[in-house]
C-alpha cells in the first residue's frame, strides 16, 4: 500500500488540483493522480495554450493596423515557430506552478493511470492507495465521429503542434473550440471555411452576437456554412476536399488542413468506475445534487460528469465536493450565473438569461444595449465592434442575463457574473460608479439604456423611462418598506388542512399541485437551513444555530397538518417549522440576522422565533422548556372550549428531562388538547438515542401516562401527514392527549458548530440513501407527476429565492436602541385585543 488518505483525487486538471488544494486546506490527507500532466486539458492542451497562440494573432492583427496608431513597423511577419515556443514556455510554467502549489499546500501527487480496485482503493498501476473519500476527475476527451477520412483530419490537440499555418483550414463544427481556432488563423491569414451543421455557429450564444462575428470573419475572408453536413473528407489535387451538402445540394472546400471538432466526451477509459458501484449515463458519471456517485464514498466532478463543460464549472464542482466531503458545508453546485467566454475576434462573452431562452419559456425581460461604437475607451483603443446586451425582470430590475461581443468582452463579463450571482438591480449596477474611461462604464450604460436612461446613447422612445434615481430618497423607502411587517410568502402557501385524507394525498394528477408545493416547501426548507449555516460562520448570525435538514418530511408532513388556529409550541430548531408554518422566511432569516424586519423584530435572534397570528410559538429555553408552556397553552384553549389543539414538537433529547414527563402527567390527568410530537432524528446532541435513553422507541414512554401513542416514519412525508392528521383530528374531537413519535435523521451535527464526528461514515452513507427529499422525488417522479427537469427547476427557483432573503435580512435595519425594551415585558400587551380572553 503507497499510502493512507482521506481524499484521493483522480486527475489533475483544473477540475482535480483545484480540488485537492481545498481538501488539503480542510485539513484532510489528500493524493492526487494523474496519469499525463498536471494541469489537465487545460492547461496542456486547451485553455491555456490556445489563449496564448489567440496572444499572438491578436498583436499581429494590432501591428499590421498600427499606421494609424503611429506605429511605423514595415514588413510586419508573423513567426509561427517563435509564437509555438512561447505557447510552450507559458504552458510549462503554469504546469510547473500547479506542481509547486500541490507540494506546498500539503497534498501528495502520484503518476499513473489510476483504477477504482475495490471500496476505498485506488490502484496506481501497480501500488495501491487508500482512501476514505474519492473525487473523480478525469475529465474529457476528444468526440470521434465515423465520418469517411476522418484519419486525414487533425483534432485540437494536433492543430496546436502544425509546424506552420496552413493557407486554407477547413473547420468541421462550430462550436467554441472550432471557432477560436477559425479566429486564430483566419487573424494569421488562413483562408478559414466553417462547416456547421446546425442553423447558426455557437448555437449557445445570442444569435445578434453570431451576426457580428461572422461578419468580421468573412472581412478577414472566412466563409461559414450552416445547415451544412460533412459527407466526406478525400485526398485532391495534393490538398483535401471537405465535401458536404447544404439543403440536399452538394459542396466542396478545398484545404490543406482539415480540423474536426465535433466537441468532447467524459473520459472514464480505464477508471472501472462501473464495477465500484459508480453509474455511467452515456459515457457520463452520474452524481447526485451534491456531487456523489452512486458509488460509496465516490464523488465526481469537471467535464467527465458533463453539463457545462468548462475549466472554472470543474474548479468550483472541485470544491463544491470536498467541502461536502468535508462537512464544511452541504454545497448544492448553482450554476445560474456561469459564464460562458468565446475567445474570438472580436470576444464574446455571456452569462444568464439569454433573450431566445427567454421567450421560449415566456419569461418577460426588459433588455438593454448599448454599442462599443459609443464608448470612449472602445474608441481610444480601435475595437469599437460590437455591443453589450442585458437582460432584467421588469418588475424588479434584476439583472438576468448579460451577453457581449467586442473589447475584453471575456473580462467584462466579470461585473455582470457578480451582479446576477447576488440578484443585483440594473439599478444597483448604475448607482455604483464606473472608471472613466474604461469599457466596464459599456455594461452600465446598458443597464441604464434598460431603464431609458442611458447618457451616451440615445434612449429608444419605447424603452418607458424609469424615475429618475434619487438615492437617499430611495435609501429611506428601501428602509421603510423593510421595516414593514413582512407579508406571507405567496410561494408557500399553506395547505387546505380539510383535504387531508389518503385519497388526497395519493400519487394522482389531481392532487399534484399540493404534492408539488409539499415538495418545494421541503426544498425550500433544505437550502434555508444551508444557507443559514453558510451565515453563521460568516457571523451574520449570533447565539446558536440548529437545522432541521434531514428533517423536511417530519416538519412539513407534520405541520401542515395542522389547522391555522391550532397553536404549535417548538423547540429552538424551529426555522423549517416556521417556514412550515407559513411564517414568510424572509422574516425567519432576519429574526436569525437580529433585524428589526424579523418575526420578533430581531430581538429572540436565532433562539425565539414567534409569530402570533400564526399561533406559531417558538423556542423558549434549552431542551424541552416549551413543554410546560404547551400545557398551559392547551389548558386556556380547554377553558374557552375552543376545537384547537395545541401542537407540541421537541427532539429525542427532551424526553429525557423531567419537564417532559410532569407535562406528560399534567396533559394526561386533566385530558388537554394537546398532541405531543417527537422529532426523534437518532442523537440526542451527539449520544445516539439508544445510548441515551433506556426507552429507545421513544413513542414507548407515552404509555406510562395512559396515552395512545404511535411511531411513524418521519423520513416519508406523505405518511407523516397522514398519520399525524388522524392524530390532531381525533385530539380535536375528545380533547385527550396523544403522541406521535417520528423516525428521522438529521444530516448534519446538533447545531452548526459540531463537528459531527460520532456518526459512521456507514451510517451518513445509509441515510443519505434515503435523504426525504430525494424520496419524495422518486415518488412523483416514477407516478408521472414531475421529471428531473422541473426538480432541476425548483432547485434552481428555491436558490434564487433563498438569495432574495438573505439580501433582504442584509440590508434590513437593525432594531432601533431605544424601542429595545418594547415588547419584552407583559405590560406591553395590556391593551391588545388579541390577547384578551373572556372571564372563565
Ligand atoms: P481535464 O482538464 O480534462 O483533466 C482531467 C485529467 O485527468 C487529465 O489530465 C487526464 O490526464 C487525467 N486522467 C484521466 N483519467 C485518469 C486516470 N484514470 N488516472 C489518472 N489521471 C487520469 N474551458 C474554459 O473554461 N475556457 C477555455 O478557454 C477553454 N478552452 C478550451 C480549448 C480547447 C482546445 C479545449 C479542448 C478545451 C477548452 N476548455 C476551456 C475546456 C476545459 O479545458 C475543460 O472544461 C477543463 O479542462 C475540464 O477540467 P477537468 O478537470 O474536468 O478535466
Redesign the pocket.
Known sequence: MAGSFDIVV???????YVAALRAAQLGARTAI??????????L????IP??ALLQSSELYTLAKDGRAFGLVADNVGFDWAAAQKRKTAVVDQLVKGVEGLLKVGGVTSFK????LAGKGIVDLGGEEVQAKDIVI????A?ARIPLPGAELTID?DQI?ELKQVPKRLAVIGGG??GM?FAAMFAALGSKVTVLEMLPQVLAMVDGDLVNVYTKHLAGLGGEVHTDSKVSRVVKQNGGLQVQFSTGGEGGAVDADQVLLAVG?VP?????DAESAGVKLERGRVVVDEHLHTDGEGIWA????IGGI??????SYE?VCAVENIAGHSSRVPDYHAAPN?V?TDPEIAHVGLGEKEAKEKGIAVRVGRFPFAASGRALTLGQTEGFVKVLSDPDSGRLLGAHIIGPRATDLIAEATLAIQNGLTLEQIDLTIHAHPTLPESLMEAALAAQGRAIHVANRRSANPAAPTQTAQNHQNREKEMAATVKPSPSSPPPTPNAITPKALELKKENRDFLLGMHRQMQLIRRFEERAQEQYTKAKIGGYCHLNIGEEATVVGGIWALKPNDWIFTSYREHGHAIARGVDPKAVMAELFGKESGTSRGRGGSMHLVDYKLRFMGGYGIVGGHLPLAVGGAWAVKYQKQKDVVFCMFGDGATNIGAFHESLNMAKVFDLPVVWFCVNNRYGMGTPVEKASAVADIYKKACAYDMESIQIDGMNVREVMLRTSEILEKTRKDSVPRFIESLCYRFRGHSVVDPDKYRSEEDKVKWRKADPIVAFEHELESSGLADEEYFKNVRMEVDAQVRDIIQFADESPDPNPQDLYKYTYAGQWDNNPMLRTEKV
Open positions: 483522480i486527475g489533475g486538471g483544473p477540475g482535480g493522480v494523474e496519469k499525463d500532466r498536471m494541469g489537465g486539458t487545460c496542456v492542451r486547451g485553455c490556445t489563449k499513473g493511470a489510476a483504477r476527475a478525469t475529465g474529457s476528444i485540437s496546436l467554441v473550440v477560436e468532447r473520459y472514464t477509459q480505464g477508471l466532478i469537471g467535464d467527465v463543460m468548462l475549466a472554472h464549472v470543474a472541485g467566454c475567445y
